[in-house]
């Protein structure tokens, strides 16, 4: 068939539209000068040329310029050409469409800017991942792709890494549940998102961790659904206050392994307190166990999940603070009872997490790498977060206390008086630092005030000391 795409900026024409070519041809004409792409006094191409580069008749060409020539448009100049009329009002030129700007924050405290700042919360040490390797299993896996593997994925994943995943959550996280109970998702959102359409609905009240992970408040809000923030001291969620505050919320969510963002355990009477407030109000928990695996002075405690006896608990894990976040895949165990409800609505959302990622990470984890890298992380960053809290306590010295924390990815400062925490935090991104401001992450009256700052990309003390110093000028 003939490619009627021409090479002049015009849009294509096409070829079975109830519109006739020449009005089309005509169309496009009168757009680009009433919309000033072409101005006054430019020349157009000649109907033979631009039948010849549209490949059309040139007929069809010559019926549109006689309607633009009768209609004022343009203006036929014998041996000089056809062009668009010299005195024609000048057209405003289309306005420009603006990228929406960079914001150090968005609305709910969250912003990823596009290349890694020194502190910036939510990235794993992605210098220290294993390219190579992967881009090895990556290679296999295209090598050997057979024309099925080119059709949809299943929407609830790949069964081999959800066996991998089922297998890694039982001796990892003391989770007992079958594949089919895993569904592979391409975040944690999409994960919130899946939960949300199974088993809430708009108007239900969800309890929140206050301070927590802004994009939860944000996910709910959108879903029209209401975020209810219950506060958390030394032992996690204080349970006691949410059902003080709103019993009959239709869920919770959690972090249970290290509280996001002040890195706190839940502790055992609080999981079970949790636990029974959803099996006697028939709310759901859903547990965000994203780092669950750095814990570095003892063993990463099994999760929460594992004590669901009602099947109350969707797991949601995600492989963006183990593996890297670009990878884009994370997934959600659910309760038995609701695999049939999690695979229709999986069936209606699906077709995003792509095959072929999933088929490497498979194989990455089947072949033992995941383990090992776990392993390699948590000694890394055991080692970065002493180098990072030594250097900045001796930069800041009584200016700043450091959060003493079993685990996680990131350290909580605390500053002695002075600047508050966002006006900090805004100065330092100023000069290229980015932490987050912790009152941000609450929407309670009287916010703790602290900086949240990743260590996992801080590879010496030197470093953290000379980051140290420049956050002390800032203050
Ligand atoms: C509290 C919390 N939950 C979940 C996630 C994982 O999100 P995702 O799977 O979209 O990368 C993060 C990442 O920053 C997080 O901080």
Known sequence: MTDRRPKNGLPPLVPNSADPLYRQVYERFRGAITQGTLAPGDRIPSARALAKEMGVARGTIE?????????????????????????????????????????????????????????????????????????????????????????????????????????????????????????????????????????????????????????????????????????????????????????????????????????????????QALLEWAERQQAWIVEDDYDGEYRYASRPLPALKSLDAQGRVLYAGSFSKVLFPGMRLAYLVVPAAQVARFDRICRLLSGTAPGLTQSILTAFMAEGHFGRHIQRMRRLYSDRRNATAAGLAAALGDRMRIDPQPGGMHLVARMEGGLGDQPLAARMLEQGMYAHPLSRWSSLPDPQQGLLLSFTNIASETHAHELGLRIKALM
Request: aromatic fraction near 6%; proline fraction near 12%.
């Open 63 to 271: 019926v549109a310029y006689s309607l633009l020539v009768a209609e004022g448009y343009i203006q036929t100049r014998g041996q000089a050409g056809t062009i668009v009329t010299p005195d024609l009002q000048p057209q405003a030129p289309p306005a420009a469409v603006a990228p929406p700007p960079e914001t150090p924050d968005d609305e709910h405290g969250w912003h990823r800017p596009a290349v890694i700042l020194p502190f910036q919360m939510g990235v794993p040490a992605l210098d220290e991942f294993p390219r190579k390797l992967w881009a090895r299993l990556g290679a296999r896996q295209l090598r050997s792709v057979q024309a099925p593997d080119l059709s949809y994925p299943p929407s609830n994943g790949l069964m081999g890494l959800r066996t991998a995943v089922a297998a890694y959550l039982q001796v990892a996280r003391g989770i007992h549940c079958q594949p089919s109970q895993v569904f592979i998702t391409s975040g944690y959102n999409h994960s919130m998102l899946l939960v949300m359409q199974a088993l809430l609905a708009p108007g239900d009240r969800v309890w929140v961790e206050d301070p927590g992970y802004p994009p939860t408040r944000a996910l709910l809000a959108q879903a029209r659904m209401q975020a209810m923030p219950v506060p958390v001291d030394q032992d996690g969620l204080m349970v006691g206050e949410g059902i003080a505050r709103c019993i009959d919320a239709k869920a919770a969510v959690v972090t249970p392994a290290h509280q996001s963002p002040l890195s706190m355990s839940l502790s055992l009477p609080r999981r």
